[in-house]
C-alpha cells in the first residue's frame, strides 16, 4: 500500500472516529434534556392536601351565609384552603369518577385553573387542576393577577384576591353527544360547579364572587388554554374584610 493510500484511510478513520463520537455526545445532550424534562415536569406538578369531608357548617347554614364579596384582605390562603376550594369546583368524590358538580351524560367539558398569587409556602403562577389525582399542574410562572384583572375589565377583585379559580370548558365534549343542546349543558354545570365554591367559600369564611365579563381571548393566553377551551367564569377568592 503506499502512502497515498495510508494517508487517506488515516484520514478516513479519523473522520469515523470523529462522527461517532459527536453521535455519542449528542445522545448523551438528549438523554441530558430528557432528563432536564423529566425533572422539571416532576417539580411543577404539586399534589394538593387531602380535602376534607366534614366540617361543623350544615349546608342549611352555607346557603344562608352565601354571599357575593368583592373586598378582600391582603393575607394570604393557605394551601389546604385552596386544595378544597379545587376539589369543590370539581372534585372527585367516588371510585367511577364523579364529582362534585353533576354532569350531562358524566362527560365533564370543565377545566379548573388557579391564578395563585398569595398562598402560604406556594409560588406564584398559574396552575391547571387535575381532578382525578387532585393535582396542580404549573402552567405558567409569575403572579398572573393583574393581567387577569386588565382582562376582566379592571374589576378590582381579581387582583386582590389571593387566588382566582378560572372555569374553561370544552364544549365539543358535550356537544358530540348532545348536538347544539349541549351548550347550554356546559353552562348549567358551569353554575353547579360556581355554586360548589360559593358554598365551600362560606364553610372557609371566605370571599368569592363570579365573574363573567372579560376579554375572552386574553384569559385564554394568561392561563394558556388549549385552543378548544373557552373561558367562562373567573372566581377570585380570599379573606373576607
Known amino acids: 500500500m503506499n502512502k497515498k493510500n495510508k494517508y487517506i484511510l488515516a484520514l478516513l478513520a479519523v473522520v469515523i472516529l470523529a462522527g461517532a463520537a459527536a453521535y455519542v455526545i449528542l445522545l448523551l445532550q438528549n438523554a441530558e434534556d430528557k432528563s432536564n ?3 422539571k415536569n416532576k ?15 350544615s349546608v342549611e ?7 357575593s364579596v368583592r373586598d378582600y384582605k391582603s393575607e394570604s390562603l393557605t394551601l389546604e384552603e385552596v386544595s378544597q376550594i379545587l376539589w369543590a369546583a370539581q372534585g372527585i368524590t367516588d371510585k367511577k ?10 362527560l365533564y367539558p370543565l377545566e379548573v385553573y388557579a391564578v395563585v398569587g398569595n398562598v402560604d409556602d406556594f409560588s406564584e403562577g398559574v396552575y391547571k387542576y387535575k381532578p ?3 393535582e396542580l ?5 409569575g403572579d398572573k393577577r393583574m393581567e387577569l ?3 376582566a375589565l379592571n374589576q378590582s377583585a381579581v387582583k386582590n384576591a389571593a387566588v382566582a379559580v378560572v372555569f374553561s370548558a370544552v364544549y365539543e365534549r358535550t356537544t358530540e353527544k348532545y348536538g347544539e343542546r349541549g351548550e347550554r349543558y356546559v353552562h348549567l354545570e358551569t353554575g353547579h360547579a360556581a355554586q360548589n365554591v360559593y358554598l365551600q367559600a362560606a364553610v372557609l369564611d371566605l370571599g368569592t364572587v363570579v365573574i363573567g365579563a ?9 392561563m394558556n388554554m388549549q385552543d378548544d377551551e373557552q373561558p367562562l367564569y373567573i372566581m377570585p377568592v380570599g379573606r373576607k374584610k
Open 37 to 39: 424534562i423529566t425533572m
Open 43 to 57: 417539580l411543577e406538578t404539586i399534589k394538593l392536601p387531602e380535602p376534607r369531608y366534614e366540617s361543623e357548617t
Open 61 to 67: 347554614e352555607a346557603l344562608l351565609a352565601r354571599r
Open 97 to 106: 369518577g364523579s364529582r362534585t358538580a353533576p354532569s350531562a351524560g358524566a
Open 132 to 134: 382525578q389525582c387532585h
Open 137 to 141: 399542574v404549573k402552567v405558567a410562572e
Open 149 to 151: 384583572y386588565n382582562a
Open 214 to 222: 372579560f376579554d375572552d381571548s386574553e384569559v385564554k393566553k394568561i
